[in-house]
């Protein structure tokens, strides 16, 4: 059963709209329809229509759209890293050569499985980079490959004890508010 979620905050269109110089008119139910993908990415476009007071070939008509104007860019599983045995995480900032550029810094990181987020940042590191390990000796043979890119001078690690809000929805919950009323 699918619960009935409330609006989606107004939030600037997607980089990809404005670079383009396109302008995706989104109304009520789109962005209801997003919510409800965002709460549940395997619900039938007959559930969603239900909940949105659509028909699925409606629903569906809407979502290819919003695929094509790039506001949906997919869909995923959202894995629980514990039930894989990555539990061990941590936090690194990475200091670079002078030089050294975003697009760098993307592809060096990539290459490393262990790297499930990286981040430009302002403050003295250049670089946030998160990393998921078995154990804390995966973890510092991750560590040390990062380390040996060739424009990392140093890091700086903080390793993670507890997670204390974790939630992985692509928008988050202040991006939408959400009822338990069943739809």
């Not at 094509?68 to 995923?76: E, N, P, Q």
């Not at 390990?133 to 890119?149: G, K, P, S, T």
Request: a positive charge.
């Amino acid at each position: 059963m699918i619960k009935r979620v409330g609006t989606l905050v107004k939030h600037r269109q997607p980089e990809i709209l404005r670079a383009r110089g396109d302008v995706l008119q989104m109304d009520d139910v789109d962005r209801r329809i997003i919510a409800l993908l965002s709460a549940e990415a395997r619900a039938s476009y007959a559930e969603i229509g239900a909940a949105v007071k659509l028909s699925a070939p409606a629903v569906k008509r809407r979502v290819d759209r919003l695929r094509a104007s790039g506001v949906i860019r997919g869909f995923t599983a959202v894995l629980d890293p514990a039930a894989i045995g990555w539990t061990t995480e941590a936090f690194v900032e990475l200091f670079c050569t002078g030089k050294t550029t975003p697009a760098q810094l993307k592809a060096a990181t990539r290459r490393h499985p262990e790297v499930v987020g990286a981040y430009t940042v302002s403050g003295e590191a250049d670089a946030l980079v998160h990393l998921r390990a078995a154990d804390m000796n995966h973890l510092e043979q991750a560590l040390e490959r990062v380390r040996a890119e060739s424009f990392v001078t140093s890091t700086r690690s903080m390793i993670v004890l507890s997670r204390l809000v974790d939630d992985d929805q692509a928008l988050g919950t202040q991006a939408m508010r959400v009822t338990s009323n069943e739809a």
